[in-house]
């Protein structure tokens, strides 16, 4: 009775966001978690038990194919038994079919809302795609069970933190904050027992998916002095993308790989049997972050590779185009830009940045050569480059050439190879060599090329309007202050 009016009493008072000194975390759980239901007792039908423990013969021989066979006929002859969808569940999770698996644990918990591994997994999966009062209800279900593994464990607690901060559930957050590190602790020290590099990557996944990028950092940097070879690989190329996800600065990176470097070369995917050195390291993570639309971070990891190698042509050159963007045409861009140029006088890409460098100058007739060149001597057609060249004619006066560079550009962005080169690049980048997705291909092909369409676009339609655009917008346009 007592135990009834507790509950009755946080039913009245959670949703205002209050709670007493008394409360506990499982008073928390037990109100997220809702009535429980109420077990339901069917007969069992004796011809499908047959089929059922046939499937599973099958299942644990990993015939997977005929152990669904044998499931499906089980859940023909009693469509009410939850044990033959959890088989074909777990059989379609081992073949790796990870959506349609899931849809079948949904399946279990119509029919069994206690399952405690349908819980975990959908929930898991509820708060990957935002259903977040779902996912509440049904991971403080699992909770309360208290059956979970280690690193099971991790994943249910890393989300339920994540959605109660979302939904303003701050107390019960904190206490379940306050128990999460014994959880954290013993995970670690499971993962680098399993020396799994495919555990590594589906554990960073799903921590990445349920919005805790910050415990999959947290993770990578408890784990990293502990782990050898492919699965320090695997923590290491991931640690850049976890910390731009989680809206780090850069210092976990560098902090990271500045002390694996005391003992050894830092490996990275792909090639992880061919460590890099901590400059070439530092600048590897820096491109990764700016891939993802990140300044600030990768500025400050390409300042320590710099720090360490001046000569490296490639970082100095990026530093100085993000600084340009970010900051203008300052005296350290200016030097920058020069070095860049000095170290490497053929690359493209240098050419491109200080040509742009004498836009924002307002030195057209000195960019116009280095675009030409810079065009000239690249491997593939560039709409950034052509966009720019457009840029310094308009600059110059020359506006027949400046909007026939403009539609070059334009005429390149709005080919289907075009996007569906980016698109495959990334999707090859998240799988060959980051191992983990922390934004669609789409997403990643608008932050690296949306903002030059939009531009070009706008820029010939001002023209074709009789709205010449002035020098300072487009200039403004291209993202310089």
């Not at 009410?80 to 959890?86: F, K, Q």
């Not at 005296?331 to 490497?344: F, S």
């Not at 962005?413 to 998240?430: I, R, W």
């Amino acid at each position: 009775m007592i135990r009834t009016l507790v509950f009755v009493v946080l039913l009245i008072c959670m949703p205002q966001n209050v709670c007493n000194a008394q409360t506990t975390l499982r008073d928390y759980m037990e109100l997220f978690s809702g009535e429980k239901p109420a077990q339901i007792n069917s007969p069992s039908v004796h011809a499908a038990a047959q089929e059922y423990i046939v499937g599973r013969q099958f299942e644990v021989a990993n015939e997977y194919g005929f152990a669904i066979a044998h499931y499906k006929k089980a859940i023909q002859l009693d469509n009410n038994a939850y044990a033959p969808w959890v088989g074909i569940a777990r059989s379609l999770a081992a073949m790796g079919r990870t959506k349609p698996a899931i849809a079948v644990w949904r399946e279990v918990l119509v029919r069994n809302q206690q399952h405690g591994d349908a819980l975990l997994v959908v929930g898991l999966d509820d708060a990957r795609v935002g259903d977040l009062e779902q996912a509440k209800k049904w991971l403080a279900r699992r909770r309360l069970q208290e059956e979970d593994e280690y690193v099971e464990a991790l994943l249910r607690d890393s989300a339920l933190l994540a959605l109660l901060k979302k939904l303003n559930n701050y107390e019960a957050a904190q206490l379940l904050q306050d128990k999460f590190q014994n959880i954290f602790d013993l995970a670690v020290t499971s993962l680098i027992h399993q020396r799994n590099r495919e555990n590594w990557l589906g554990v960073l996944q799903q921590l990445v998916d349920v919005g805790a990028a910050d415990i999959a950092a947290q993770l990578t940097t408890a784990a990293s002095p502990h782990v050898q070879n492919k699965n320090l690989c695997v923590l290491l190329t991931a640690l850049p993308l976890l910390e731009v996800v989680a809206s780090g600065d850069g210092s976990l990176t560098e902090k990271v790989y500045t002390e694996i470097s005391r003992s050894q070369q830092i490996p990275l995917a792909p090639r992880w049997f061919e460590p890099v050195s901590l400059a070439e390291a530092l600048s590897i993570a820096a491109q990764t972050m700016s891939v993802l639309g990140a300044v600030n971070a990768p500025i400050a990891l390409y300042e320590k590779s710099i720090a360490i190698d001046p000569t490296n042509a490639m970082a100095t050159n990026n530093m100085a185009w993000m600084k340009l963007k970010r900051d203008g045409a300052t005296d350290e861009v200016i030097q920058l830009c020069n070095r860049a140029y000095e170290l490497d006088p053929d690359a493209p890409y240098i050419k491109d940045t200080l040509g742009w460098l004498y836009v924002v100058k307002g030195e057209p007739t000195k960019a116009i050569p280095l675009f030409v060149e810079a065009l000239k001597s690249n491997e593939h057609a560039s709409p950034d480059m052509y966009n720019h060249l457009g840029d310094a004619y308009w600059q110059a006066e020359e506006f027949e050439s400046a909007v026939r560079a403009w539609k070059t550009a334009a005429t390149i962005l709005h080919a289907p190879e075009t996007k569906q080169a980016y698109v495959d690049g990334f999707k090859s980048m998240a799988y060959t060599v980051w191992g983990i997705s922390v934004a669609t291909p789409e997403a990643l092909y608008d932050l690296e090329l949306g903002e030059v369409t939009r531009n070009v676009m706008q820029k010939i339609k001002a023209f074709e309007n009789g709205n010449y655009p002035k020098v300072g917008e487009f200039i403004q346009l291209n993202g310089v202050n």
